[in-house]
């Protein structure tokens, strides 16, 4: 099974790739919408991209929508990987 | 009748050859072929042309944000650049542009076919949406171009996106000069734009009308030529400001040209058939509103794209509506046929004819069909005295459109 680390080192990877950002500004308190400049359109890319990646659904839209930084993403992927576990 | 007189202040290009005018004139002037054979079609079932004029890969990274590359296809991403460069070949600030009085006609055959081929691949054969992207349907949209353009830009005035296959950008500078002249807009960028597709050239495919000379890609297509065989797809995008000339003047810019007449009517014959009655009465209309005769105009840019009956039928037009004395070139040789973006593309050729005061002649037309000689057809680079030009383009669907252009 994946460590968390691993699993943060991959979202990193996926979405830097993704979206053409610097893997060195995704600190966890980095915002997905200020600090990122990511918007409405890039975060359903995200959840078509993070399901590819990790083969779990990220159907749960109230706790999407809460989602405000990096951590926050982090927090909410290892919930369910530890749920699917 | 236009209130306003409309002029030509900037150009843009991404062509077969390249990215910007520069390199696009250059190659036309120096009677470079842009056709290409595309190997992997061969593994198409059916497919038997394997010609098209791409355009060559770049790196759009550079010139372009992701937030606005996210939703655009190849077509978008040509009209992005060129507009991007016409407007400042134009010397268009971004108050001006962003102002309200400057808007956008870009028009092309589809949204983007490869978008288009990816979307449905998911879709039917996966049976999901699942895994498509929050961008896909920009790029497929029938005002993707325009679209894309007017944000990229800054653009808030007015957004239109004809869609009539060869005849979509002829179409948007005919509705551009209709907008800037009826003092609707002080400038619009117009133009059109296609890609290079399997699915594209398939379409001429199964109706015969694709060139098949797989053997000799620089040599076809060959309008007006004894030999010509058909249609070879191109892609690009070619973008002008139009604008009012007291505007143009005001602002001190550069003129191009001046359109002064737009032919555009409909035949009602045949969906495919061309029409040579219905192609001069457009002609006829365009010179009539330019206030121009037959003797006084010097040259014919054509539609022509190297299919027997079009070329035909064209010709005959011409003569008619002309005169049989009148020199005709098409650029379908030297760069293919670009649908969408064609009657910008050709049209950016023109005013450089314009300008240089030579004629551009039809690439690989070597032996002219006697029956298409019932004009002057130019098979070397002329010298000539140009003013008052007119140019056609002409689409399946019954389109049939012409413009007068006049050196100012």
């Known amino acids: 099974m994946m460590s968390d680390d691993e699993l943060r080192q991959k979202v990193v990877e996926v979405l830097a790739a993704e979206f053409e950002l610097d893997p060195a500004d995704m600190i966890p308190t980095a915002t997905l919408y200020d600090d990122l400049d990511l918007d409405s359109l890039d975060a359903v890319d995200m959840v078509v991209v993070l399901e590819k990646t990790f083969a779990f659904k990220l159907s749960d839209e109230e706790r999407l929508r809460s989602i405000r930084t990096m951590d926050d993403l982090f927090i909410f992927l290892i919930d369910l990987k530890n749920q699917s576990a | 009748m236009p209130l306003n007189r409309v002029v030509i202040t900037g150009r843009g290009a991404v062509s077969p050859y390249g990215l910007g005018v520069d390199d696009f004139v250059d190659n036309v002037w120096q009677g470079h072929s842009a056709v290409k054979v595309i190997e992997e079609w061969g593994e198409i079932g059916g497919m038997k042309s394997l010609l098209a004029a791409p355009v060559p890969p770049f790196n759009a990274k550079k010139s372009l944000p992701r937030s606005l590359r996210r939703a655009m296809g190849p077509l978008a991403l040509y009209a992005t650049l060129a507009a991007k460069e016409a407007a400042a070949d134009a010397g268009l600030d971004e108050d001006f542009l962003t102002g309200g009085e400057v808007g956008a006609v870009i028009g092309s055959t589809t949204g983007s076919p490869e978008a288009l081929a990816a979307l449905y691949g998911h879709y039917l054969f996966d049976n999901s949406i699942a895994a498509i992207k929050s961008g896909e349907f920009f790029k497929i949209m029938g005002h993707s171009c325009s679209a894309n353009v007017c944000l990229a830009l800054g653009l808030t005035g007015e957004q239109w996106a004809p869609s009539s296959a060869c005849t979509s950008a002829a179409q948007a500078l005919g509705l551009g000069y209709l907008l800037v002249g009826s003092g609707r807009q002080q400038a619009m960028l117009c133009g059109g734009a296609d890609e290079t597709h399997a699915s594209v050239t398939g379409v001429f495919d199964v109706v015969k009308a694709a060139s098949c000379r797989n053997d000799t890609p620089n040599a076809t297509p060959s309008p007006f030529d004894v030999k010509r065989d058909g249609v070879v797809c191109g892609a690009g995008s070619g973008i002008m400001v139009l604008e009012s000339l007291d505007s143009a003047r005001a602002r001190g810019a550069q003129i191009y040209g001046e359109i002064c007449g737009f032919g555009h009517v409909n035949d009602s014959e045949h969906i ?117 030009i007119v140019k056609n383009n002409f689409a399946l669907g019954g389109v049939n459109a012409a413009l007068v252009i006049r050196a100012i």
Do not use: W
């Open chain 2, 272 to 388: 495919a058939n061309p029409h040579a009655r219905s192609m001069a009465r457009a002609i006829a209309q365009a010179m009539a509103e330019a206030g121009v005769s037959g003797s006084e105009i010097d040259y014919v840019n054509a539609h022509a794209t190297g299919t027997e009956q079009g070329d035909l039928a064209e010709a005959q037009a011409i003569a008619q509506a002309v005169s049989s004395s009148v020199p005709v070139s098409s650029l379908k040789g030297h760069f293919g046929h670009t649908l969408g973006a064609a009657g910008a593309l050709e049209t950016i050729i023109l005013l450089e004819m314009l300008k240089r005061q030579e004629i551009v002649p039809t690439l690989n037309l070597t032996e002219p069909d006697p029956e298409c000689s019932c004009v002057d057809l130019v098979q070397e680079m002329r010298p000539a005295s140009l003013t008052t």
